[in-house]
């Protein structure tokens, strides 16, 4: 079996949605061929990447002329454009093929200095990160092979993701609510950082996944009794009442294509940020309502439409919520936006909202 039919079968179940993990082990399943499939995955990361570069009409073209020809990751020329206003495109498309991963020590199961070093043992390379010195950046390894991270004392966590609850700033003594809460990452980190003493509402219109959350929480060393689960829609809520409301809105995922390219091609137009951004306006809507002193909003995406602009008539009541990141795209309302070719994370965008100015 050749690469170019094995890649091309990759191309055909990422084209249908499938993450490239999936796709590169239904690809396996389906072709046998010799190779070193770490370097083969990595060609197919490209391969995808590089998608809106190919003119082949066919799967099969595009890989040829990916494997023989002339090929660079490209975003499609809408989201180029539309994008363009605001950031410099090419450097954030040179920097699509750069991987990153990012971890910090579960301090409600381990001692972060015998953590680390036991992980330098086993061959793992990192450095502490500048901004949050609590978590550190991988530059060799894999940790999801360490004992450590199997026994749960390792959380993987983009450091985007983390400044979305260092924006948030819980502490002991709040009530927090966090609306699409699932999986439960950021709720691990708040009763990190409260010493599990914060009392957690944690909200999804999944009941699944609020299932697979309190079995995690728990497997983290979560003190349960702080936490409540609610399955409703964020769209539609009830009367709550908190300190701080999270809300890490469903979104176009476009800032993690980094991570995982095959998010590209489920933005061939602006269908998929239009059904997101009314959807984040729906939740905002109601989100909005809840009696509390602040909330954080925060999205994984690249795009205006999911971020400053649910704000820009509400400006005034917006406010920086961290020191590091660049500036939001509006200068109305104030955030802070994480980008792949600046900051070596996923991209997002992040506001802090003062609820008291709104009433």
Same mark, same amino acid.
């Given at each position: 079996m050749s690469f170019e039919k094995f890649l091309t079968s990759v191309l055909y179940y990422a084209e249908?949605?499938?993450?490239?993990?999936?796709?590169?082990?239904?690809?396996?399943?389906?072709?046998k061929v010799r190779a070193n499939y770490d370097e083969l995955y990595e060609k197919s990361r490209l391969l995808?990447?590089?998608?809106?570069?190919?003119?082949?009409?066919?799967?099969?073209?595009? +890989?040829r002329q990916f494997l023989y020809a002339s090929?660079?990751?490209?975003?499609?020329?809408?989201?180029?454009?539309e994008l363009s206003k605001y950031l410099d495109v090419d450097a954030l498309e040179r920097s699509l093929p750069n991987k990153f991963?990012?971890?910090r020590v579960n301090a409600l199961k381990a001692d972060e200095d015998k953590v680390l070093k036991r992980l330098a043992e086993r061959g793992i390379e990192f450095e502490r990160d500048k901004d949050f010195p609590f978590i550190y950046r991988l530059l060799k390894g894999d940790l999801t092979k360490t004992e450590e991270f199997n026994k749960y004392e390792v959380v993987i966590q983009d450091k985007a993701s983390v400044a979305v609850v260092m924006a948030l700033n819980p502490s002991?003594?709040?009530? $927090?609510?966090?609306?699409?809460?699932?999986?439960?990452?950021?709720?691990?980190?708040?009763?990190?950082?409260? @010493?599990?003493?914060a009392k957690m509402i944690l909200s999804d219109i999944d009941i699944g996944r609020l299932e697979?959350?309190?079995?995690?929480?728990?497997?983290?060393? +979560?003190?349960? @009794?702080? +936490?409540?689960?609610?399955?409703?829609?964020?769209?539609?809520l009830p009367e709550l009442r908190a300190d701080k409301v999270l809300l890490d809105a469903p979104c176009s995922s476009s800032g993690m294509i980094n991570n995982e390219p095959s998010i590209l091609l489920t933005l061939k137009d602006n269908r998929k940020v239009k059904h997101y951004a009314e959807l984040q306006r729906g939740i905002l809507r109601e989100a909005l309502k809840i009696?509390?002193?602040?909330? +954080?909003?925060?999205?994984?995406?690249?795009?205006?439409?999911?971020?400053?602009?649910?704000?820009?008539?509400?400006?005034?009541?917006?406010?920086?919520?961290?020191?590091?990141?660049?500036?939001?795209?509006?200068?109305r309302v104030s955030s802070v936006r994480f980008f792949s070719s600046v900051h070596f994370t996923e991209s997002?965008?992040?506001?802090? $909202?003062?609820?008291?100015?709104?009433?």
């Open positions: 249908r949605g499938y993450p490239l993990p999936v796709a590169f082990k239904r690809a396996k399943e389906k072709h995808i990447l590089s998608y809106f570069s190919l003119n082949g009409k066919k799967r099969s073209q595009k +890989v090929s660079r990751p490209v975003f499609p020329e809408w989201m180029r454009e991963t990012w971890f002991r003594e709040e009530i $927090v609510i966090d609306l699409a809460s699932a999986p439960g990452i950021k709720a691990e980190l708040i009763a990190e950082l409260t @010493d599990n003493k697979k959350e309190r079995f995690l929480l728990k497997k983290f060393g +979560v003190n349960m @009794d702080k +936490v409540e689960f609610v399955r409703q829609d964020s769209s539609y009696k509390a002193k602040e909330m +954080v909003y925060a999205v994984c995406s690249l795009f205006y439409e999911e971020g400053e602009a649910h704000f820009e008539k509400i400006g005034h009541a917006t406010e920086r919520p961290l020191n590091v990141g660049s500036n939001g795209y509006s200068p997002f965008f992040i506001t802090k $909202v003062k609820l008291e100015k709104l009433r």
